[in-house]
């Protein structure tokens, strides 16, 4: 069984650029997880989605941080301008059922300089 | 349950030795708490979780242990082997929100 996939693995830009990032998740699985994970800390949700819509977004910095899922498989998140402090891995997960049992891909790890 | 710090709690054992990994949770309405492994380069990877009305659950290798008077969460790993060597994550879950909220890392090393 194929993985969560996720694209590109690293990407480094300037700050005030924009970056997209790309998610295909394990067939099936109608709930979507998008997560960043600070250095040395946990992974913090920023989203979660349910088939294509969404269902927690608690987290995510509205400003400048915006997701969607398309037709309810892959999905982007973009932000627009980076800054900073957005420096992170951005971790996407999938789940059938309960999202403690969710399958995580590689991550991208983002460089804002 | 949010975690804090840059710098991550580590544990170093020798292989074959048993591993405890300790974490404090803060919130008494969980329903599950969930340890994951995250290895270099690689996203968490569920490992074993436990109900908040049990005491002690057991995997392969793997034992969690839940002390709820103290707010304490445990991860013993039997016969630690180097392919164990990663940061463990504790977490905790209420069932009605379906939100994972994971706690601060231990980076486990383990020494051949």
């Known amino acids: 069984e194929a993985g969560v996939a996720q694209s590109p693995r690293y990407k480094i830009i300037e700050k005030r650029q924009s970056v997209a990032f790309w998610c295909n998740p394990i067939s099936g699985h109608a709930t979507l997880y998008w997560y960043q994970q600070i250095l040395g800390q946990g992974p913090k949700l920023l989203i979660q989605f349910q088939n294509n819509g969404v269902v927690d977004d608690s987290q995510l910095p509205k400003d400048r941080f915006s997701a969607e899922r398309l037709k309810g498989v892959d999905s982007t998140l973009k932000i627009q301008p980076a800054k900073l402090e957005d420096s992170a891995v951005y971790l996407c997960?999938?789940?059938?059922?309960?999202?403690?049992?969710?399958?995580f891909g590689q991550g991208t790890r983002l460089t804002v300089v | 349950g949010e975690s804090v710090g840059l710098h991550l709690p580590t544990l170093s054992v020798q292989e074959g030795d048993n591993s405890i990994i300790n974490c404090a949770y803060s919130n008494s309405a969980s329903d599950y708490f969930i340890w994951y492994k995250q290895e270099s380069g690689k996203g968490p990877q569920f490992i074993i979780d436990i109900r908040s009305n049990m005491d002690k659950r057991q995997g392969q290798r793997v034992t969690v242990l839940l002390n709820k008077t103290v707010k304490h969460l445990s991860l013993q790993i039997a016969a630690t082997q180097p392919g164990d060597s990663a940061v463990y994550f504790c977490a905790e879950m209420k069932t009605s929100y379906d939100k994972v909220i994971f706690g601060p890392g231990t980076s486990l090393s383990v020494i051949p």
């Open positions: 997960a999938s789940s059938l059922g309960s999202g403690r049992e969710a399958f």
